[in-house]
């Protein structure tokens, strides 16, 4: 017997949560020009921290061949040999324990002929102005950092009487990383602001219906109503807003990344980039819609949850 009433308890308890929440979503409907209104600033605010979000990720994902950006260009001095070229690479295998190439000046000459497009001009020198250099990839030693390693190899490199000039590019690995660490913060600031901004928004929106609906409450707590009954079309309006908002968020950025993509697609083909502007994939949409939900629903719940209070210190339910 306990069985059965706990079934026909449950069967009636999904009916009323089924019915309430079609029903609410009617509710929202009857007033278009409204929800449309709400719907709009809801979106526009979930769009805006999602759109940085997929730009920062993006970044991480372009080829900037961070692999070479700790390399240390060494140029050694003009009257330097190719052996003597040679027992400097020599000594930084052995002593540091890092790989490096040698490029001679005939290498670098026509390198620089075909990155510069000076070639017939250059071709006026009688000699090679351009000194031997090595290429020396940083290799950190067990719990060092890259950073400390470029700093310790370029240190000890400036120290050989061989070397004229160490050119380190570390610093642009430095600036990137900055950047995209300022781009985190920046996500996880507005994603805080704008959460609280949707909540706000379908906070005040559930409190002006549940003040037009004041007398309705007041029927339904005289006739036994518990709260929970009362609160439960409001919840499920505050989820709908929140639902309608995030699929408009994504309807919009999408928009956005199809008008931008294939202009930036285009611009990092010039730079000879291949890349492909990465979307939220399945979870993140999943997780952009679920999100919208739950913050439309506790949204509801604090406006309502206040109303009740205040009707209840009123002393006006559960009387007309």
Request: one cysteine or more.
């Amino acid at each position: 017997m306990r069985i059965k009433r706990l079934r026909r308890h449950s069967r009636a308890w999904g009916r009323r949560q089924l019915f309430s929440l079609f029903s609410s979503l009617g509710t929202l409907m009857s007033h278009r020009v409204g929800t449309m209104m709400t719907v709009l600033v809801l979106g526009i605010a979930m769009a805006l921290p999602l759109g940085l979000y997929v730009v920062v990720k993006n970044l991480r994902a372009l080829d900037f061949q961070q692999e070479q950006w700790g390399t240390i260009t060494v140029f050694l001095h003009t009257g330097v040999g190719e052996q003597e070229a040679q027992a400097l690479r020599g000594v930084i295998s052995q002593q540091i324990g890092t790989n490096s190439e040698i490029i001679s000046p005939a290498t670098g000459m026509e390198q620089f002929q075909q990155a510069s497009g000076f070639g017939e001009a250059l071709e006026m020198f009688e000699d090679n102005p351009l000194p031997w250099v090595i290429l020396v990839t940083p290799e950190p030693q067990e719990n060092e950092s890259l950073e400390t390693a470029v700093i310790r190899i370029e240190s000890w490199l400036q120290q050989r009487a061989e070397v004229d000039l160490v050119q380190v590019d570390f610093k642009w690995l430095q600036r990137l990383a900055g950047l995209l660490e300022l781009g985190d913060a920046l996500v996880s600031v507005l994603t805080v602001l704008f959460s609280l901004a949707v909540v706000v928004v379908v906070s005040n929106t559930i409190r002006m219906d549940v003040a037009n609906r004041s007398e309705e409450i007041q029927v339904l707590s005289l006739v036994g109503a518990g709260n929970s009954f009362i609160r439960q079309p409001f919840l499920y309006s505050g989820l709908w807003y929140g639902l309608l908002g995030a699929l408009l968020a994504l309807l919009l950025f999408n928009l956005c990344l199809y008008y931008l993509s294939q202009p930036l697609e285009r611009l990092l083909d010039a730079y000879g980039n291949q890349f492909t502007v990465l979307n939220l994939g399945a979870r993140g949409l999943l997780s952009v819609v679920l999100a919208g939900g739950l913050l439309g629903f506790f949204g509801a719940w604090v406006s309502v949850e206040r109303y009740l209070r205040q009707l209840r210190s009123d002393g006006m339910l559960g009387r007309l």
